[in-house]
C-alpha cells in the first residue's frame, strides 16, 4: 500500500516561504516512471495542479508559479518538499502530495494515490 503524508507549518506569515513535506512509504520516489505532485485547494476553489518531480528529479511547475515554486527531495527519507516563497494570503489552501504517472502515448497525467492534504494559512 502506498500511502503520502503532508507535513506543513500550518500557519505563515506573508512574504514568508511555506514549505510542505510529503513523506511517501510502500514506494519509492525515485521508481519509474512517477510523477510525485504537489495540488493545491484555496478556500471555496477548485484543485490547482502547481507542480511535480519526476522519479529521475526533473521538476516542472506551472508558469503562473514558477518564479516562487520550488520543489525538492531527499531520498534517502523518501520524501520530497514543496518550497513557495513570498506567500500573499491567497496562497491559502489545503496542500495535497499526489503520485501521477502518464500511460502510454499520453499527454495527461493520472493519479493514484493522494495525502490527505494539509491546511496552510497565510496570515498576519
Known amino acids: 500500500q502506498v500511502q503520502l503524508q503532508e507535513s506543513g507549518p500550518g500557519l505563515v506569515k506573508p512574504s514568508q516561504t511555506l514549505s510542505v513535506t510529503c513523506t511517501v512509504s510502500?514506494?519509492?520516489?525515485?521508481?519509474?516512471?512517477?510523477?510525485w505532485s504537489w495540488i493545491r485547494q484555496p478556500p471555496g476553489k477548485g484543485l490547482e495542479w502547481m507542480g511535480a518531480?519526476?522519479?529521475?528529479?526533473?521538476?516542472y511547475y506551472i508558469p503562473s508559479l514558477k518564479s516562487r515554486t520550488s520543489i525538492s527531495r531527499d531520498t534517502s527519507k523518501n520524501q520530497f518538499t514543496l518550497q513557495l516563497s513570498s506567500v500573499t494570503p491567497e496562497d491559502t489552501a489545503v496542500y495535497y502530495c499526489v503520485r501521477e504517472y502518464v500511460a502510454y502515448d499520453s499527454w495527461y497525467l493520472s493519479d493514484d494515490y493522494w495525502g490527505q492534504g494539509t491546511q496552510v494559512i497565510v496570515s498576519s
Open positions: 510502500g514506494d519509492s520516489i525515485t521508481t519509474n516512471y512517477y510523477y
Open positions: 518531480m519526476t522519479y529521475s528529479g526533473i521538476t
